[in-house]
Every structure is written in structure tokens, then in C-alpha cells.
């Protein structure tokens, strides 16, 4: 399955595109900018599982070292 991601700045453009898709028979959901920012980081964590350099332990690592400076 693949997706598409579709932008709007507005709740009438939203409505219209989801209104667009759903006449032309295509399964359709909205997601708030902060669900979009956790799908990508969790996406991003998977593919860095892949990798020789990344883990999730150094994630985790670089992300609390990251809290603790705030």
C-alpha cells in the first residue's frame, strides 16, 4: 500500500479534499501535525535499527543527553 500526504492550512480545504477522495472512491484519513511528527520519528528510529551506526539505545542516549542541556 502506498500514501499520500496532503497539506492544507485550512478545516474547509480539509473537508473539501476529503470530500474530493471520498467521490473518487479512495480510502482517506486526516493526521494532526503532531501525529505526522511521530509517524516520521518512528519511521526514522526503524530505518536507523537497520544500520550498522544506529540503535535505539544511541537514540535514546542522544535524546537525553539533548533534554538534559535544555
Do not use: C, R
Not at 26 to 43: K, R, V, Y
Amino acid at each position: 500500500m502506498e500514501y499520500i500526504v496532503i497539506p492544507s492550512k485550512s478545516k474547509s480545504e480539509t473537508a473539501f479534499l476529503m470530500s474530493l477522495l471520498k467521490k473518487m472512491q479512495q480510502e482517506a484519513t486526516t493526521l494532526s501535525a503532531d501525529e505526522m511528527e511521530d509517524l516520521a520519528f518512528i519511521a526514522a528510529l526503524k530505518e536507523a535499527e537497520k544500520t550498522s551506526k544506529g540503535s535505539l539505545t544511541k537514540v535514546k542516549e542522544h535524546l537525553n543527553k539533548i533534554a538534559k542541556s535544555k
